[in-house]
């Protein structure tokens, strides 16, 4: 409960705070692609619940929806400003809104895709599906979507073990770090 109400609180303030840098993103979107601003994502929470996740829209209207690390050439289908929301994570944002309604925490393994059946299973044989997905998490700041599945899992189930408060805090921070000097952002 304590984490529930961090993370509402936290993503009321961050809304608020953000609010003129969400705008210029949704003009920017809006006036350099063809398209809706958001893009909502079928993706697998709690108890592997799906619920949709809204991020800004990087990809061209018609993108395959797969893991962007499974696209031939993602480059190809990004938005004029696409590369830049994703380099900087602003793409993320809206990601605030899954936070606030309880669908998402700021820290927790990232939403599998609907159709990552391979990486659900074996969240599922580790008990992780019974965390809240993160806007960030262990795994996230140890690699991304450069991990291969068990490796990203083993880190899952490690923060599944550790998780505490000062846990959080700290990938919170290295989050920042990795975002700040762009580290394991291919596109």
Known sequence: MFKRTLDFTFALVATVALGA???GIVIATKLTSIGPILYWSS????????????????????????????????GQHLTPIGSFLRKTS?????????????????????????????????RTQYGVHKLVPGLTGWAQINGRDELPIPEKVALDVEYLHHR?????????????????KRDNVTH
Do not use: C, Y
């Open 43 to 74: 993706r697998v929470g709690r108890n592997n619940e799906l619920f949709k996740m809204p991020k800004f829209r990087t990809m061209r209207v018609g993108t395959p929806a797969v893991a962007t690390h499974l696209l031939e050439d993602p």
């Open 164 to 180: 505490s408060f000062w846990f959080d805090m700290k990938i919170l921070v290295l989050t920042v770090i990795k975002v700040i």
């Open 90 to 122: 602003l793409d993320e944002l809206p990601q605030l809104w899954s936070i606030l309604k309880g669908d998402m925490s700021f820290v927790g393994p990232r939403p599998a895709l609907f159709n990552q059946d391979d990486l659900i299973a074996l």
């Open 21 to 23: 840098l969400v705008f």
